[in-house]
């Protein structure tokens, strides 16, 4: 009664994960209610996008044209895929790197646009660490797992710089280093230097005086390559067969998230009073996040090169062109 999806994290490592099949025949054919509007289920891997979720559930226009059902915001990243492969999700704000693993595996998602950029730094409660050279033989802790983009992305900027991740002492939790937990932990004094994301990098900053941003990862990746626009995080993924039965929601949607991404950055102290309660946050901490998260709704095809150079480094050039060909239509 289980299905499963199993990810390559390297050579000799995999994680197979395990979803109990609780869909009806209902379920697996798209469903359009008496107002022949057809449904979407929605989701994201991570609070970032709460915001911009929000908003564009109070769209008049999606409101006429889709019927939104249910949403769900998860606080174990990984446990979105199961609704992406058992088909339950329509419309999912998901890691790139997450979407490519899938893509490789399973071709049932084309990646829209991407909407968050940019969002790993290295916060400290040292006022000294301004560089990686201040962090040698020092413990670093580290969110989700030692094959995972950040650190990936870690060990890729710091052998450009010419430092070996060997010298340098990850932590990692176990199963999974929780951002959720790594920031309670920096702000109550238990660790001294972490890498995180938006909204947690703000939640802390806000908690905490004594925590600060000792770099970005941003302001090191474009050092290296300045012609970028950015390191792309997360975007807007939809299952394909109901991108493909409806095409003109589809292009109504997307244009709606365009929408709710630029009112989130032109109304942040608007959109803090309408996300900080469902994101179980103080106003002040998401007005925070919102001041320093960088949004930015870009289609996908236009920022091809962007999600092909960001892969390539996570996992090799080769598998990030196919994975990108697929997700892309290409």
């Known amino acids: 009664g289980y ?7 390297s050579d000799n490592l995999y994680h197979t994960y395990f979803y109990k099949n609780k869909q009806e025949k209902e379920i697996k054919n798209i469903k359009v209610n008496v107002l022949s509007k057809p449904q979407m289920v929605v989701q994201s891997a991570t609070p970032v996008v709460y915001p911009v979720l929000l908003k564009l559930l109070h769209s008049e226009e999606i409101r006429k044209a889709i019927d939104i059902p249910e949403y769900k915001v998860w606080e174990e990243t990984e446990k979105h ?25 399973k071709d049932i998602v084309k990646l829209e646009s991407i909407v968050v950029w940019d969002n790993f730094y290295l916060v400290t409660r040292d006022k000294n660490v301004k560089t990686f050279a201040d962090l040698i033989g020092k413990e670093i802790y580290m969110p989700l797992f030692f094959n995972a983009p950040p650190a990936k992305i870690t060990h890729y900027l710091m052998r450009q710089f010419g430092y070996n991740p060997s010298d340098f002492n990850f932590v990692y939790g176990k199963p999974f280093g929780r951002p959720e937990k790594i920031l309670e932990d920096i702000v109550q004094g238990e660790i001294e230097t972490a890498l995180l994301r938006e909204p ?22 474009k050092e290296i390559h300045p012609e970028s626009f950015g ?38 102290s608007e959109a803090a009073e309408l996300s900080y309660k469902e994101m179980n946050h103080s106003y002040d901490e998401v007005l925070k996040f919102l001041s320093r998260v960088h949004y930015e709704y870009k289609p996908a095809n236009e920022v091809k090169s962007e999600i092909v150079n960001y892969l390539s480094v996570i996992e090799g050039k080769k598998r990030a062109e196919v994975a990108v060909s697929k997700m892309l239509d290409e």
């Open 200 to 221: 947690e990098v703000s939640y802390a900053l806000v908690r905490n005086p004594e925590i600060s941003v000792a770099f970005s990862y941003n302001e090191l990746w």
């Open 81 to 105: 895929l199961g609704w992406i492969v058992n088909g339950k999700a329509d419309l999912s704000f998901s890691a790139v790197l997450a979407m490519a693993n899938l893509a490789n595996n």
């Open 3 to 9: 299905e499963s999806y199993t990810e390559k994290i």
């Open 231 to 268: 390191l792309p995080n997360a975007g807007v993924v939809l299952k394909r067969e109901w991108a493909e039965k409806f095409p003109k929601e589809t292009s109504l949607l997307l244009k709606e998230i365009q929408s709710a991404v630029n009112w989130v950055k032109e109304n942040p």
